[in-house]
């Protein structure tokens, strides 16, 4: 904005020309490191004993590792979406640059038992996982 700015001549200088990267925390390295299956069992039990994560988180994290769908894209989600005994999700992307194209992903079996239970847990609601009031 403020090299805009100063092209534009609505500043006389950029104030912030000499900042680089350092002064934002550095450049961020990509991670090599996944989760053991110890850690994973660890973590399920965790949330399965966690006093106020509830089941709906549960089955929500778990949906997540097994699918790896963005969190908006599980939360959004409509139960109309989901064929759960052909075992498939139509996931429309409604980004600026997908406009509407829909990824079908396959279900595996543990990702259609937790949406079954969601499907319960979420009653006559349209969403997957609709707001809930404490």
């Not at 350092?22 to 989760?35: I, K, P």
């Not at 660890?42 to 089941?55: E, I």
């Not at 790896?68 to 109309?80: D, F, P």
Request: aromatic letters at 8%; glycine letters at 6%.
């Amino acid at each position: 904005m403020s090299g805009y700015a100063t092209a534009q001549h609505l500043i006389p200088y950029n104030p912030v020309q000499w900042l680089d990267i350092s002064y934002a925390g550095g450049q961020q390295e990509s991670r090599e490191r996944n989760l053991s299956r110890d850690e994973l069992i660890a973590l399920f039990a965790d949330m399965a004993t966690a006093k106020g994560f509830g089941r709906d988180n549960y089955l929500t994290v778990k949906l997540l590792l097994i699918l790896c769908v963005r969190k908006s894209e599980l939360i959004k989600a409509l139960k109309s979406d989901f064929d759960l005994v052909g075992g498939t999700w139509e996931l429309i992307k409604t980004s600026s640059n997908n406009k509407g194209r829909t990824i079908v992903i396959p279900l595996p079996t543990q990702a259609v038992d937790a949406l079954n239970e969601l499907f319960i847990r979420s009653a006559d609601s349209d969403s997957l996982l609709p707001a809930r009031s404490a």
